[in-house]
């Protein structure tokens, strides 16, 4: 089992920058791809970012892109979520995933709170 810890969220005024990072217990992230993922109040929960462990190749939610980078901190074992240009639309808990098809594996941390004030 593969066990999320985010953290890096918290109160930014609209225009600002957050990193998020996303740690894995025990055994690392492996062969996992790993997504960053969003839970606006009152909306589904919806994808953000995502990376692939087999060639490090990224996607973004349309709405990010540009402004959101998707990176592996290899010193640090962790995957970050680098937020910037902010907006008050970002706000979220924003969730840390790790699946694969093979063995099959679906994990999810915590979440951490991202608010952007206008």
């Known amino acids: 089992e593969v066990q999320l810890v985010e953290s890096g969220g918290g109160l930014v005024q609209a225009g600002g920058s957050l990193r998020l990072s996303c740690a894995a217990s025990k055994f690392g992230f492996g062969d996992y791809e790993i997504g960053w993922f969003h839970r606006a109040p009152g909306k589904e929960r919806g994808g953000v970012a995502c990376?692939?462990?087999?060639?490090?190749?990224?996607d973004y939610a349309d709405s990010k892109k540009g402004r959101f980078t998707i990176s592996s901190d290899n010193a640090k074992g962790a995957k970050c979520l680098q937020m910037t240009s902010l907006k008050p639309e970002d706000t979220a808990v924003y969730y840390c995933?790790?699946?694969?098809?093979?063995?099959?594996?679906?994990?999810w941390g915590q979440g951490t709170q991202v608010t952007v004030s206008s």
């Open positions: 995933n790790a699946e694969r098809s093979w063995p099959a594996g679906n994990f």
């Open positions: 990376i692939s462990s087999s060639d490090g190749s990224t």
